[in-house]
């Protein structure tokens, strides 16, 4: 899951000594060390670039076989649910993938673990990981809770609201939605804003983010990309 190797660079470049990728691309793993050698100036004369090509799950459950450990244990992987129906078994993936975490990161170490499965809900997320440390009988202290970047690939579903304004020449045309934007390619202003539960509904709120003049493509099922 380390794709062009983003963590795998922050780690070498923050100083350490050993770091291995994993890619079911080759392309991926190359660019991997590219991005590696065009950081150089940061990096220990002495460390160590691992990686493999390979399937992610087989790989971490050979790492587990032959007794490897690290420090750090970063699992990224991407969607598992890319539809409703998938989210128990995007679940099971990822307990799947906290106990082999587990299993590779040493005592006093640090796991990372990112969901990017829009139709897995954060609280699902974090309680499979919980439920799966308290199955292998290990104590987690939980550190952070993040989100992704501003300029990360996200699902427009019914947990944002939408203020799109699209003009064309002398005309303007206004539209307002909240759930599953269909297919939609051309340069809009865009808002994205936050949608808070309450008693009475969902409300609203401004993430205070601007976003202006992007290219966004928005897929059939709700998916998006944004230039």
Do not use: W
């Amino acid at each position: 899951f380390c794709c062009s190797g983003g963590f795998t660079v922050h780690a070498a470049a923050a100083g350490a000594k050993l770091v291995h990728g994993i890619d079911l691309s080759s392309h991926a793993i190359n660019e991997v060390g590219v991005n590696l050698d065009a950081n150089q100036a940061r990096l220990r004369a002495d460390l160590t670039v691992e990686s493999t090509v390979g399937d992610a799950f087989e790989t971490m459950e050979e790492l587990v076989r032959t007794g490897r450990r690290f420090d750090i244990v970063v699992i990224d992987p991407p969607s598992f649910a890319p539809r409703e129906s998938a989210v128990p078994m995007a679940l099971r993936a990822y307990q799947r993938l906290t106990a082999l975490g587990l299993q590779l990161v040493n005592a006093g170490g640090l796991l990372f673990q990112a969901s990017c499965s829009s139709r897995v809900d954060a609280e699902s997320f974090y309680a499979t990981i919980q439920r799966q440390a308290d199955l292998s009988g290990v104590t987690l202290t939980e550190i952070e809770r993040t989100g992704h970047a501003l300029d990360h690939r996200i699902g427009f579903h019914a947990q944002l609201h939408f203020h799109v304004n699209r003009r064309r020449g002398n005309k303007s045309m206004n539209a307002r939605r909240v759930g599953t934007l269909q297919r939609f390619t051309g340069t809009i202003d865009i808002v994205i804003q936050r949608a808070s539960q309450t008693a009475n509904g969902a409300v609203f709120d401004d993430i205070g983010y601007g976003f202006h003049r992007l290219k966004i493509t928005f897929a059939g099922d709700g998916e998006s990309s944004l230039n």
